[in-house]
């Protein structure tokens, strides 16, 4: 009997630990929080950006601003198709594509009645 539910706790362990290791594998990379979205030689303060609230808060999905990744667990950074000054495979220099990107999400959550950022300001801070 003893060996019974010796065998049973056993498996059980095995399993809940093959359940964390699956999860652990196949979890997304995250990047330190918060990132700062800095272009040299720009005018105004760098921005700090953090996915959790983003993603995790606000329920946006990667490949909103990923779009090109086609591996999601590995996503690569803005810059590494946004030149920060010329554009390159049709892609926008990075500053043209934050403030697009950034600015038509936050004025579309402001319209929706949602608190964001929308002033340069209020990204830029000093």
């Not at 019974?4 to 290791?21: E, T």
Request: proline fraction near 6%; include cysteine.
């Amino acid at each position: 009997m003893k060996n019974k539910h010796f065998l049973i706790s056993a498996c059980f362990i095995v399993f809940l630990g093959s359940l964390l290791l699956f999860n652990l594998a196949s979890a997304q990379k995250k990047p330190a929080e918060p990132i700062m979205l800095k272009l040299e030689g720009a005018k105004l303060a760098p921005v700090p950006f953090s996915h959790t609230s983003h993603a995790e808060k606000e329920k946006i999905a990667c490949v909103v601003c990923h779009h090109k990744d086609k591996d999601t667990k590995e996503p690569q950074p803005c810059v590494a198709c946004h030149m920060l000054k010329e554009v390159k495979d049709n892609a926008a220099p990075a500053k043209e594509a934050f403030h697009k990107n950034c600015q038509t999400c936050h004025k579309e959550s402001v319209a929706k009645g949602r608190t964001a950022p929308v002033k340069c300001n209020e990204c830029h801070k000093k």
